[in-house]
Each structure stands twice: as structure tokens, then as C-alpha cells.
């Protein structure tokens, strides 16, 4: 992994890590083995009463205010489940 991805990957996880969930588990997934965008997995309790809009909201503010455009122009998709839901679609 080049210092760069690295780097990326890290103020990502941080980001994400910074939401107020309970026992987040947070993931980045390259598509295609795409070495510049990326996609994100965030699972949590807290997720379980909060529908998706409610739950994309919360992550992407968290993005949009932690993350320079650069930094967000690299992310795909940020998938945001219970843990209920994580037997299904997510990658």
C-alpha cells in the first residue's frame, strides 16, 4: 500500500471513528481494485432505530466537515448498516 492510500485510509477510519455510534465497525472496500476511489462500511447498534436517510446524513456531515474535496471526491459510497441488516447486500 502506497503512503498516500495509507494516509487516506487513516483520516478516513478517523472520521468515521469520530461519529457517536455504539461498537462501530468500519471498513474500506476498493472496487475493482481501484487504487484511488473507495467505498466505506460503517456497521453499528445505532443504525438499528435510524432509517437510511437518517444514518447517510449523519456520516456524510461527519465527511463533509472533517474531509477536504479531494478527500471526498475518493469516496464512492459510504454503506451505513445495523448489524441486523449484515447479512444482506453489503459488500
Known amino acids: 500500500m502506497d503512503g498516500t492510500r495509507n494516509s ?3 483520516r478516513l477510519i478517523e472520521t468515521l471513528r469520530g ?3 455504539d461498537d462501530p465497525e468500519i471498513r474500506i472496500i476498493r472496487p475493482d481494485g481501484d ?3 473507495v467505498m466505506g462500511v460503517v456497521i453499528s447498534p445505532t443504525f438499528e432505530t435510524m432509517d437510511e436517510g437518517e444514518r447517510q446524513e449523519m456520516v456524510w456531515g461527519r465527511v463533509l466537515e472533517m474531509l477536504d474535496q ?3 471526491d475518493r469516496i464512492e459510497f459510504i454503506y451505513t448498516d445495523a448489524p441486523s441488516e449484515r447479512m444482506s ?3
Do not use: N, W
Request: proline content about 7%; overall charge negative; aromatic content about 14%.
Open 8 to 10: 487516506f485510509d487513516e
Open 19 to 21: 461519529l457517536k455510534l
Open 35 to 37: 487504487s484511488y476511489r
Open 70 to 72: 479531494a478527500d471526498q
Open 89 to 91: 447486500a453489503t459488500p
